[in-house]
């Protein structure tokens, strides 16, 4: 094939792509930034890792955590852990204002009840909770 063949230059940006997709595609993030913050500072961490059964204590007391600025507002939350178990989970700061009031109103109860529940933070999913 000459230097120039249409087919020649086909073919090298078929395999160039395909090369820059799977080097994209074997890239992984080393931490997960979102984690970092719903772990909240290091009581809150600490509870959680009592809780799992991790630092060998039992646990109790209220613990709150940082307030997190997202894009809807200020969102900062308490949790009360009783002999390493989640009893209460309660929104201590929550976004404000429009259509953010109400919909903090909806979602707040249902998270609350899931982190109660799973008895952790890692919450995939709630009903009615997609927006907050």
Do not use: F, W
Request: aromatic share 2%.
């Amino acid at each position: 094939m000459r230097k120039s063949h249409p087919l020649r230059r086909v073919v090298l940006a078929t395999a160039a792509t395909v090369s820059g997709v799977v080097l994209l595609l074997s890239l992984k993030p080393s931490a997960d930034p979102g984690a970092t913050q719903a772990a909240g500072a290091g009581a809150g961490a600490a509870a959680q890792e009592a809780a799992q059964g991790g630092a060998g204590s039992v646990v109790s007391g209220t613990m709150t955590g940082d307030a997190a600025q997202t894009q809807y507002g200020a969102v900062q939350v308490r949790i009360t852990v009783v002999e390493n178990k989640i009893t209460k989970a309660e929104a201590v700061q929550a976004p404000k204002g429009g259509t953010s009031t109400q919909k903090t109103e909806l979602a707040v109860p249902k998270l609350n009840a899931a982190v109660v529940a799973r008895q952790s933070a890692n919450i995939d999913t709630v009903s009615g909770a997609t927006y907050t």
